[in-house]
């Protein structure tokens, strides 16, 4: 049974709730593994956090904001929690963004240094991102500072993991916890503040919407730069008493299914892209051991739910919804309670408000309030914007039950006004799914002399013509000026690290297409 949803459960720092996490589930109790196999339990884990940030705090000042550019990995989680034993500050840094993002990012944070490693640097093929960072901020490795870990050090760690309390710097529940960067989808990335009570409340929540058993093992391939990725697939398990199973990277298709089975994974984080493309390369033992699959980030089709139901059975597909604002879960399906096409509850402790919006009717742009609401936005001085008396703009149009379960409708940025009607970009990308269920889509909306905007169809389906789009659009009586006459065929669909759609890109893609043929 759940524990219900206290928000005085959540005012305490993201260390001390490690502390007593450890002390509630047990010091020798295996809490985060990685691909290489070597677990660490909660007494390991609490002294590498001290012998290593004992190392960084020499080099840096409480408070102090450290970028961190690593893999979801047991040094990359060590490394999280070694900054909360020390009072700084992580910054976590998108590798897969670009170079003028990641420069941005560290100087709107005001990041002097940067946390990497030299293996994952060779791996990743990093170094001109090395290369961008080093005139802005020093580049740290940890293979490094492991090297300079001497026996003082170790004898330190030794103590501070029997007695964390006592050694650990003392911060507030108030102080940041995290400064994340939002995925870009539909624009440039903004720096988020959450605070430790931001994240501590959103675990709380989670586990008082979905009864978790510490038995399990949490399967996260999502990058920690992610904030589904940090909270969903680290701080949850590991302050629940379930294993954090790390994974450098989710594009490893192949590689995954059987690391699930071999790791005896009960909960797999992903996105619709990737448990799609891993429900078709595992082989059916594979999978069939998860007690259920989380999808954020971006729409589950129905395609993806039959398939799982298809090749593994009865494991449910739970569908949730967050924002990086929001630490990120605001809502999700719950096992019991398995909504198809919705994105499942409102967590306890949110309050939701919905604004009306001009053409879009059944529905109204979501604001939310709450325990896991960010503490605001990093101003272009690095001084912390907090939201409007606590209330965080979604940009998101939604309807919401009677009893909290919210459906995505569109964001109020991906409505186009066509012929004088607000027409759903999500909708239309909707109708393509519907007759090429196993291909990708993305809709955008380009500027028109005679209708204002119209609808662009990017895709993957290279045989794709408007003729099948319309007659299925007639077939289910959706208007005919939401289907895309304009289609421009492409390789494959651009994403971003997250697995998001990236519609900055194709949007890019889009306009250079029109200047070709204008040309």
Not at 181 to 186: A, H, L, Q, V, W
Not at 275 to 289: F, H, I, M, P
Not at 361 to 382: C, I, S, T
Request: aromatic share 6%; proline share 8%; glycine share 10%.
């Amino acid at each position: 049974m759940s524990p219900p949803f206290d928000p005085k459960d959540s005012e305490r720092p993201v260390f001390d709730s490690l502390v007593e996490a450890a002390a509630t589930y047990g010091a020798k109790k295996p809490i985060l593994e990685d691909q290489e196999r070597n677990p660490l339990t909660y007494q390991g884990l609490l002294r590498a956090a001290f012998a290593l940030g004992r190392r960084i705090a020499a080099m840096t000042e409480k408070g102090e904001r450290v970028g961190v550019m690593l893999p979801s990995s047991s040094g990359g989680v060590v490394t999280f929690f070694a900054l909360h034993a020390f009072g700084r500050v992580p910054t976590m840094l998108n590798f897969t963004a670009g170079i003028r993002s990641l420069k941005a990012a560290c100087e709107l944070a005001g990041v002097k240094r940067v946390l990497t490693s030299h293996r994952f640097v060779e791996q990743g093929k990093l170094h001109d991102l090395i290369d961008a960072l080093e005139p802005i901020c020093a580049v740290t490795y940890l293979e490094d500072v492991r090297n300079t870990v001497g026996l003082t050090d170790k004898l330190f760690a030794a103590a501070a993991g029997a007695l964390p309390k006592r050694f650990r710097t003392p911060t507030r529940a108030s102080d940041p916890g995290v400064i994340l960067f939002t995925s870009g989808s539909f624009g440039a990335p903004k720096g988020v503040v959450l605070s430790q009570a931001n994240l501590v409340a959103n675990v709380r929540q989670i586990a008082a919407h979905i009864d978790l058993d510490p038995a399990w093992v949490m399967f996260n391939p999502l990058p920690i730069f992610h904030c589904f990725g940090l909270t969903g697939g680290v701080l949850l398990p590991i302050l629940t008493g379930m294993k954090a199973f790390q994974y450098p990277s989710p594009l490893h298709v192949k590689q995954i299914p059987p690391l699930v089975k071999d790791s005896k994974a009960s909960i797999l984080l992903a996105t619709d892209t990737f448990v799609n493309q891993y429900a078709r390369a595992a082989e059916r033992d594979e999978l069939a051991g998860l007690e259920f699959v989380v999808c954020g980030a971006e729409k589950v089709r129905d395609e993806t739910h039959n398939l799982i139901t298809e090749r593994f059975g009865s494991i449910p597909l739970l569908e949730g919804y967050g924002a990086t604002e929001a630490s990120p879960v605001i809502a999700v399906n719950k096992p019991t309670d398995n909504r198809r096409g919705t994105v499942g509850g409102l967590l306890p402790g949110m309050e939701t408000r919905l604004e009306p919006v001009e053409g879009i009717p059944g529905g109204g742009k979501l604001l939310v309030r709450g325990p896991n609401v960010m503490a605001g936005y990093l101003g272009p001085d690095g001084a912390v914007e907090p939201p409007p008396d606590g209330w965080h703009d979604t940009g998101d149009v939604v309807s919401i039950t009677d009893d909290g379960w919210i459906t995505i409708l569109g964001r109020v940025k991906r409505f186009a006004k066509v012929g004088g009607e607000m027409i759903s970009l999500t909708a239309a990308e909707d109708l393509a799914v519907a007759v090429w269920p196993d291909c990708r889509h993305a809709v955008i909306a380009m500027p028109d002399p005679k209708k204002g905007e119209r609808l662009v169809l990017v895709t993957d389906r290279r045989d794709a013509d408007p003729a099948p789009l319309l007659a299925h659009a007639q077939a289910i009586g959706a208007p005919e000026i939401a289907v895309p006459r304009k289609i421009i065929k492409v390789p494959e669909l651009p994403v971003l690290g997250t697995g998001k759609t990236d519609y900055v890109t194709i949007e890019r893609m889009a306009k250079a297409e029109g200047r070709t043929r204008a040309a």
